[in-house]
Nanobody
């Protein structure tokens, strides 16, 4: 069964760190593109970090550049998001997304580019 399962969310104080995980199974584990999105209440879902596994390239939203690190362990079929220097504005539900079968360039921060989504993990950062 194809699925994505996020974990690792929680509540931290500003300046703290968290590491999110996204376990992929089935067809989703072969996706070259995998991306983290987030959505805060009343706001649109936004792309945070993406990884193109075949060439080892990573991409970040300006709001998280220098603070977040995306990585992927293919042996474990798991993607990670290390989040440091967290700010209250990082509070959101975080989702992982995959686009198995897609080859080449995509608009990686557009949610329309992805066909598989996890259910999300909540991150809350207090000031």
């Amino acid at each position: 069964q194809e699925q994505l399962v996020e974990s690792g969310g929680g509540s931290v104080q500003a300046g703290g760190s968290l590491r999110l995980s996204c376990a992929a199974s089935g067809y989703t584990s072969r996706s070259d593109w995998m991306t983290w999105f987030r959505q805060a209440p009343g706001k649109e879902r936004e792309g945070v970090a993406a990884i193109l596994t075949s060439i080892g390239r990573t991409y970040y939203a300006d709001s998280v550049k220098g603070r977040f690190t995306i990585s992927r362990d293919n042996a474990k079929n798991t993607m990670y998001l290390r989040m440091d220097s967290l700010k209250p504005e990082d509070s959101a539900m975080y989702y992982c997304a995959a686009a198995p079968g897609v080859v080449g360039w995509i608009n990686f921060f557009s949610d329309k580019s992805y066909t598989y989504w996890g259910r999300g993990t909540q991150v809350t950062v207090s000031s």
